[in-house]
């Protein structure tokens, strides 16, 4: 959500951390803003409401030379999106502070500070933060301690950066609950909310612990835990090419990550599986015995993520025949749980600091699972640090708000985890053999798929003056079609549902007329049939189809006459959801440009959700 970068550094640092907040600009924000301490020790600060250029714009006409910074882009919690609610905030002209997170309980701690005599200039929680440690600041004199304290005061999820003009040569950063990383340079070091943001300037980085306090200067980093003892985190290179954080030749990081999917399919299986078998000991050592003792799997996980964890339950119950069961993660934190016995947890995460995710899998881990397992695109993340195993979905770096490619390997990871689990109940291995074939194929696959792209963008046009849609799918493309619905609500604007086909009359069929386009997915599979026969009721309703599927032909007689086809690859049934994933993905990218949406950053939406 809301970007941090901050800079001690031997050359000018302004334009570093406008770089900075650009790489961090997929995240979605509202407003930007940066603060400097000048040659004169004295506390500098530009903010705008609006985009980071408009930011750079500001800094051209009014320079900062300063070798000390933060900077931030806000995604509005508490406060409209303003110039005044916009991060950095000062306290006295003495202290600055950038903040991701909520702070629960900051309208008990803004009271006691007005009480104190400080004056509140924004509607904000964040501004609560930069008066508390400019109070203890008063009274010890120590930033590092001052900090500490004010930490120790404050509910909620947090990661912050902050200086002092009395220390101009420090930025200190915390973190708790929300994700904050040192990078680590020559005669220069950082902190980020996201590596991204740093990766012109290092590929050195270490990922801070929560409670963490780190004291950050040109020369050392120094890192103090809970307890206040200084400690060592471990040090990552991320080997991260500029290229796969640039457009390139598309015109958005959308198109351009729907496009690699191919690529990032071929990742996923790199050195996972034989010509005819998944490999052992990919989800770590320990994994595979303890699989042998699963009897039920739990699965939690938010948005797209969640979708891919529904395809999920559909592959595990049919390959492995285990009880699975799935729930959004904001959902099964709040409620008493009847856990079952034996039960595996996981959970499944692109940046693997989705807040209701992560906490869910602290929850777990108090709890009597026989071990959690997480799936994440993000090596280093808090999940993959906290799980006890972890399986890199490796999709590469995604810039896009709207998740395409890692959800597709999510799904291809999901499926060698399900046919890893089959082995643990039968061992019959001819269907293992077949879709391993099929799997190897399946960036082939995709690849036709692509093709249609043109086929999709016509599609496309007979949408831009629609105010909803209808996505259908059985079984397995169920979920699919939900994704296919949320794709077409993120980025066009327009509001979508998905459904069950077999759910048509149970509701949904009152809403379609001839206004109303219907969106099917429909394979070769055993309900094929069953889907014919819902379509029939769109049609003899007026509404208007758009069908996918690998028989076209059935849809060139006179029952479905007026009917939109896009024909698809034949694939294994089990595998027909990450296929019918892409051209939902690219329908929706072409209707949003053509109405002319913000494709990457949607309106109101934000890539990483660190906060509830």
Known sequence: ?????????????????????????????DSAGIAVVDAHHQLKRLRVAGKVRELEAALKAEPMHAHLGIAHTRWATH???????????????????VHNGIIENHNHLREKLKREGYTFLSETDSETIVHLIHFHYKQSQDLVRAVRAAVNELEG???LGIFSTDTPRRVIGVRQGAPLVIGKGQGENFIASDPLALLSMT????????????????????????????????????????????????????????MEQPDAIASCLEGRMTKDHVLSGIFGPKADAMFADVKHIQLVACGTSYHAAMVARFWIESLAHIPCSVEVAS??????????????????????ETADSLAALRLAKKMDYLSTLAFCNVPGSSM??????????????????????????????????????????TSEQSLEVQLVEQLEQLPVLVQKVLQQDQAIADWASMFTNKQHALFLGRGALYPIALEGALKMKEISYIHAEGYPSGELKHGPLALVDTNMPVIAAVPSDALVEKNLSNLQEVRTRGGKLFVLTDQAHTFQQDGFSGTHVISMPKVHPLLAPILYTVPLQLLAYHVAVLKGTDVDQPRNLAKSVTVE
């Open 384 to 425: 993959t640090r906290e799980a006890d195993l972890q399986f890199l979905t490796r999709a590469g770096v995604e810039i896009g708000v709207a998740s395409t490619k890692a959800f597709i390997t999510q799904l291809t990871s999901l499926f060698l985890f399900a046919l890893l689990l089959r082995r643990n109940v």
């Open 157 to 159: 999820a947090y990661a």
């Open 331 to 352: 959902e099964f934190r709040y409620r008493d749980i009847a856990q079952a016995k034996n039960s595996l947890f996981v959970t499944l995460s692109q940046s693997g």
């Open 203 to 258: 590929q050195q980085f270490i990922y801070l612990e929560d409670y963490d306090i780190v004291d950050v200067t040109l020369n050392s980093i120094h890192i103090y835990d809970k307890q206040n003892a200084l400690v060592e985190r471990e040090t990552h290179n991320l080997s991260i090419s500029q290229d796969s954080i640039e457009r390139g030749e598309y015109r958005h990081f959308m198109k351009k990550e729907i």
């Open 1 to 29: 959500m809301c970007g941090i970068v901050g800079a001690a550094a031997k050359r000018p640092v302004a334009k570093l951390l406008i770089d900075g907040l650009k790489k961090l600009e997929y995240r979605g924000y």
């Open 79 to 97: 406060g409209v999106p303003s110039e005044q609610n916009a991060h950095p905030f000062i306290s006295h002209d003495q202290f600055a502070l």
